[in-house]
């Protein structure tokens, strides 16, 4: 009946509630970033919090193809592209950043890149899951994949960043999460290289998995595919990506990053 349904579900609720109670006592939440206590349900501590999110109103109104962010005074922010994109610089149709690269944005993207902060990497995925939701992208993405990395890389750091973000902001936006990408072969690291280096770094460096290529039409063709990765930098990386889905078939390719670097 009605009102057994409801009891029951009364003391689900009371017996979870008193679970995470007892976790709580047991192993006392703390910040994922910083390690200090927090109440119950929050990743960061004020302090963090603040922190991470002082670049939030400047990403808010970010330009949706490049994702750096306007002034202010620039309006139209849903206007492609903005005064500061060249043209032909970006391949993808567009970007969703949730913060700048710098301070305690750029501690919580190289502190999330190790396995053992996990759920570091998965509180950000969260964040960005919601920012993408927010921004709603027009007839939203049909699957969600990242950039992958070397398995040298992956092996000597336990995983893969990029992938464990992915996962959370396709759970946030209710979305599948699936690995279409794969490395060819090594790359030097960008933060290393010149803009033209760059490009050519990462120029052949990726390819659609066998799995995926096989069976392409359910995966890619014809489909919006968002492209997780932690910062956006030149967007030599992205542009490359984008190129490998294309050929792949996919329709449509935008980005989300949860830090957009502010180059000058």
Same mark, same amino acid.
């Given at each position: 009946?009605?009102?057994?349904? *409801?009891? $029951?579900?009364?003391?689900?609720?009371?017996?979870?509630? /008193?679970?995470?109670?007892?976790?709580?006592?047991? &192993?006392?939440?703390?910040?994922?970033?910083? =390690?200090?206590?927090?109440?119950?349900?929050?990743?960061?501590?004020?302090? %963090?919090?603040?922190?991470?999110?002082?670049?939030? *109103?400047?990403?808010? =109104? !970010? %330009?949706?193809?490049?994702?750096?962010?306007?002034?202010? @005074?620039?309006?139209?922010?849903?206007?492609?592209?903005? +005064?500061?994109?060249?043209?032909?610089?970006?391949?993808?149709?567009?970007?969703?950043?949730? &913060?700048?690269? @710098?301070?305690?944005?750029?501690?919580?993207?190289?502190? +999330?890149?190790?396995?053992? @902060?996990? /759920?570091?990497?998965? $509180?950000?995925?969260?964040?960005?899951?919601?920012?993408?939701?927010?921004?709603?992208?027009?007839?939203?993405?049909?699957?969600?994949?990242?950039?992958? *990395?070397?398995?040298?890389?992956?092996?000597?750091?336990?995983?893969?960043?990029?992938? +464990?973000? !992915?996962? +959370?902001?396709? &759970?946030?936006?209710? %979305?599948?999460?699936?690995?279409?990408?794969?490395?060819?072969?090594?790359?030097?690291?960008?933060? &290393?290289?010149?803009?033209? @280096?760059?490009?050519?770094?990462?120029?052949? /460096?990726?390819?659609?998995?066998? *799995?995926?290529?096989?069976?392409?039409?359910?995966?890619?063709?014809?489909?919006?595919?968002?492209?997780?990765?932690?910062?956006?930098?030149?967007?030599?990386?992205? =542009?490359?990506?984008?190129?490998?889905?294309?050929?792949?078939?996919?329709?449509?390719?935008?980005?989300?990053?949860? $830090?957009?670097?502010?180059?000058?």
């Amino acid at each position: 009946s009605q009102v057994t349904s *409801s009891i $029951a579900t009364s003391m689900l609720r009371r017996g979870r509630a /008193a679970g995470e109670t007892l976790a709580d006592l047991v &192993w006392p939440p703390v910040c994922r970033l910083c =390690n200090d206590p927090v109440s119950s349900h929050r990743d960061f501590c004020r302090g %963090c919090e603040t922190e991470l999110s002082q670049s939030r *109103s400047r990403m808010a =109104n !970010a %330009c949706r193809l490049c994702g750096r962010p306007r002034g202010p @005074q620039s309006g139209g922010a849903q206007r492609l592209p903005c +005064a500061q994109c060249l043209p032909g610089e970006f391949d993808f149709e567009g970007v969703v950043p949730l &913060w700048a690269y @710098q301070g305690r944005v750029r501690d919580a993207v190289v502190v +999330a890149k190790y396995p053992h @902060q996990a /759920a570091l990497a998965d $509180a950000l995925g969260r964040r960005l899951g919601r920012r993408v939701a927010e921004v709603a992208v027009a007839a939203g993405p049909d699957v969600v994949t990242f950039v992958p *990395s070397h398995l040298t890389r992956q092996f000597a750091r336990g995983g893969n960043a990029a992938e +464990a973000i !992915a996962r +959370a902001v396709a &759970w946030q936006i209710g %979305c599948p999460c699936r690995p279409l990408l794969r490395m060819t072969r090594r790359v030097a690291k960008q933060a &290393w290289l010149d803009e033209a @280096q760059r490009r050519s770094n990462v120029r052949g /460096a990726f390819s659609l998995k066998k *799995s995926y290529a096989f069976l392409g039409p359910s995966q890619t063709a014809g489909r919006h595919v968002l492209v997780v990765d932690d910062v956006l930098t030149t967007g030599a990386t992205a =542009n490359e990506i984008t190129r490998i889905l294309r050929s792949g078939g996919a329709q449509r390719v935008t980005l989300a990053v949860v $830090a957009r670097a502010l180059l000058t």
